[in-house]
């Protein structure tokens, strides 16, 4: 079938050379339909089935100051996979800030590294003066994708088929939510937390199959902090108070500056998944952006995620001139995350820590049927020195220790590569990993599917996507049993 252009959006961008907005971060402004797009090499196996979403980021409008790649507006890509075939479409999530600098004809915020006076307008999250560009991550539940924000937005519900924006989330608490919230797959339920610059500090949140709330839990904290992530086992839910957090000096100025508390350490609430008073833990020093999974073991939570080594790095001194500072905090390499585990003693207290690798990597993916649960394989991206990009994936046996890895050729940068099972799968890595590239010696991409039992082997197959995609943060994989009515639906996105 013929490629299907959507109405151009307004662009108000000029010629830049910032290191964000070129080469792979390029912005794509195109929205497209492609049913059966170009198979490059291998075949589009049949025993793969169900949705790819790929969140990026796009700005669309020249910006006010000093752009960060974070600010950028979220597009959502995604691929259906049914009956060996494959069919590609991308969409911007309209938010209420995408349509309203459409409607000004240019932008109305500022971002992450600018100062709040700088915005036109009132602003969302917990920054307080940035646009909810819905451009972190991405999940599936409830039937739905719902789109967030790192700095806790409002939750955009797409239709994850045709990709158009179906409203703000309308249990959404007035702090917002944050990037990460969590889907269990076996109960269907979501998880989710918040936080903000006034007592309490964060909520943490329960939402039913049904897409019901069910809970909305205050957590007391000592002041403001940046939490990004969370974890679930199948009773309780993990939440984290880290030493990594904005000047409380500055803040008092309305400047949000991020240091490293020194003395403090790193503080976890384990709390029952259905809400209770939440028992903390204390554990070395750190910032974790994302964790991996949980699970209980006996007495204890164990809990998988990246451990930085060095989470205010100094700036790069090879970055272009004034580009050092914010360079280094996106480059692995500068604040070197390890995979990392930690055990904490639900009978005595206690905390127990040890490092699963020594390599940098981050970016994790699982089998999410055993997202909660024991598991044994994880799946980690390796990063391009410098900037944040991926160029690989290990595989790591956690049961054995082994592992193995796929490395892309110089110049073609992944997506993060959730795994997706093969229909009647009998094995945890029986399946895939599916991943977006950027090939910037093409200047194109393409998608790739890895078997997920042997990565070392190569794609099974490369997919054309009819653009070149910018870079962005995250993905998800969303079988045909998260999606009502799958198979009719999908059979749409070829008529």
């Not at 240091?259 to 903390?280: C, D, N, Q, V, Y």
């Not at 046996?397 to 795994?419: H, K, M, N």
């Not at 490369?462 to 998260?482: C, D, F, N, Q, Y």
Request: glycine letters at 10%.
């Amino acid at each position: 079938m013929p490629l299907r252009r959507q109405p151009p959006v307004l662009t108000t961008l000029r010629e830049t050379s910032h290191p964000y907005m070129t080469g792979a971060w390029t912005p794509l402004h195109e929205e497209v339909d492609l049913p059966d797009p170009e198979v490059l090499e291998g075949r589009i196996p049949d025993d793969i089935e169900g949705i790819y979403l790929r969140n990026t980021e796009n700005p669309v409008h020249q910006p006010l100051g000093r752009y960060h790649p974070f600010d950028g507006d979220g597009m959502i890509h995604r691929m259906i996979f049914r009956g060996g075939r494959a069919s590609y479409a991308n969409r911007f999530v309209r938010t209420r800030g995408f349509r309203a600098e459409q409607e000004a004809g240019g932008a109305l915020w500022g971002g992450l590294a600018d100062p709040v006076q700088l915005a036109k307008r009132p602003g969302f999250g917990a920054h307080g003066a940035l646009k909810d560009s819905s451009s972190t991550d991405i999940v599936v539940h409830a039937g739905t994708a719902l789109s967030t924000f790192y700095q806790c937005g409002e939750g955009y519900r797409l239709d994850p088929v045709t990709l158009e924006t179906l409203g703000v989330e309308g249990w959404t608490p007035i702090d917002g939510i944050s990037a990460h919230p969590k889907v269990d797959e076996r109960t269907g339920e979501l998880m989710f937390f918040n936080y903000s610059k006034h007592a309490p500090f964060m909520h943490y949140g329960l939402v039913g199959p049904d897409n019901r709330l069910k809970v909305l839990q205050p957590i007391d904290l000592p002041g403001p902090r940046l939490p990004h992530d969370m974890a679930f086992t199948e009773r309780f839910v993990i939440l984290n108070d880290l030493p990594v957090f904005w000047d409380a000096d500055l803040l008092a100025r309305d400047i949000h500056a991020v240091r490293l508390h020194e003395g403090l350490p790193s503080r976890f609430a384990i709390l029952p998944r259905e809400g209770g008073t939440p028992r903390w833990f204390e554990a070395a020093p750190t910032y974790v952006l994302h964790w991996l999974n949980a699970y209980e073991d006996g007495d204890e939570v164990v809990l998988d995620g990246y451990f930085q080594d060095e989470p205010m790095p100094p700036p790069r001194s090879d970055a272009p001139p004034g580009f050092g500072h914010m360079m280094a905090y996106l480059d692995e390499m500068s604040f070197r995350p390890h995979l990392h585990r930690w055990r904490f003693n639900l009978r005595d207290g206690s905390t127990r820590e040890e490092r699963l690798d020594p390599r940098i990597m981050e970016f994790g993916m699982i089998n999410g049927r055993h997202a909660g649960r024991p598991y044994r394989y994880a799946y980690s991206t390796l990063p391009e020195p410098g900037w944040f990009l991926f160029n690989g994936f290990v595989k790591s046996d956690l049961e054995t220790g082994a592992t193995t890895e796929y490395r892309l050729p110089p110049g073609v940068f992944a997506s993060e590569a959730p795994f997706a099972p093969r229909r009647n799968a009998t094995r945890e890595d029986d399946g895939y990993l599916v991943s977006f590239l950027i090939d910037e010696n093409r200047q194109a991409s393409e998608c790739i599917l890895l078997d997920a039992r042997r990565i070392e082997d190569g794609p099974v197959c490369r997919i054309a996507l009819p653009h070149k995609i910018s870079s962005g943060t995250h993905a998800v994989w969303a079988g045909p049993e998260m999606i009502p009515g799958f198979s009719s639906r999908a059979s749409a996105a070829w008529e």
